[in-house]
């Protein structure tokens, strides 16, 4: 029997390499969007995993914060939590430059996914 958390990773995983995917083929906006997803999971499996349970939440910034997450793991979160509205959502602000920004969101979730296993 698997642990709710090793789910929750799991599906973490899959949405980076969804990201990915959508990025080689220049769906920015659904790159971004899994980006965000991946780390919003990784941090609630996480969550899962040190308290049982998670807010349900979409901001990274809090999640990360309850998780105690070093600064650097908060400021990946910081930069990429808008994503999740303002891919999602046309009637927000949105990027000035996604193009510009799509790598260091890869960038941002990939170190979150890496900080979160190592403490798994």
Do not use: C
């Amino acid at each position: 029997m698997t642990n709710e958390y090793t789910e929750w990773i799991a599906k973490a995983e899959r949405d980076f390499r969804a990201g990915k995917y959508n990025v080689a083929g220049k769906l920015l906006e659904e790159g971004a969007f899994f980006f965000q997803q991946s780390a919003e999971k990784a941090l609630k499996a996480l969550a899962i995993k040190n308290f049982g349970k998670f807010p349900k939440i979409h901001d990274l910034v809090s999640l990360a914060v309850d998780l105690k997450a070093p600064e650097e793991i908060k400021s990946y979160a910081r930069f990429l939590s808008p994503a999740y509205q303002y891919t999602r959502y046309p009637d927000v602000i949105k990027t000035e430059d996604l193009e510009g920004e799509i790598e260091e969101l890869e960038n941002s979730a990939q170190e979150i996914l890496k900080w979160v296993k190592k403490n798994l």
